[in-house]
């Protein structure tokens, strides 16, 4: 059974950092492309960042790119997010997602699991 636990969420001010961290139950990151899913207010569900099972590829959104690092410790059975020079229009949940297969996509569809989220506020 899959169980996707997300954490590290809070409120920061614009420019500042967090790092999101993503437990899942054993073995889960270790066979499968992982990523980072996000839903503002009002919007749909986006694609955030995505790595693949090896580790060796990674997508990122174009909102996201140069601020964003998305990695992942298989050993840990954790995925990490990295977010760095935050912006007000980050303010979103963030939810933790495991990938069809062991390809990274940046295809919301792709993703059949995720866990509860977290809340991610930025001020300005």
């Known amino acids: 059974q899959v169980q996707l636990v997300e954490s590290g969420g809070g409120l920061v001010q614009t420019g500042g950092s967090l790092r999101l961290s993503c437990a899942a139950s054993?073995?889960?990151?270790?066979?499968?492309?992982m990523g980072w899913l996000r839903q503002a207010p009002g919007k749909e569900r986006e694609f955030v960042a995505a790595i693949s099972r090896s580790g060796l590829v990674r997508y990122y959104a174009d909102s996201v790119k140069g601020r964003f690092t998305i990695s992942r410790d298989n050993a840990k059975n954790t995925v990490y997010l990295q977010m760095n020079s935050l912006k007000p229009e980050d303010t979103a949940v963030y939810y933790c997602a495991k990938a069809r297969g062991q390809i990274a996509s940046m295809k919301t569809y792709e993703y059949d699991f995720w866990g509860q989220g977290t809340q991610v506020t930025v001020s300005s």
């Open positions: 054993a073995r889960t990151v270790d066979n499968y492309a």
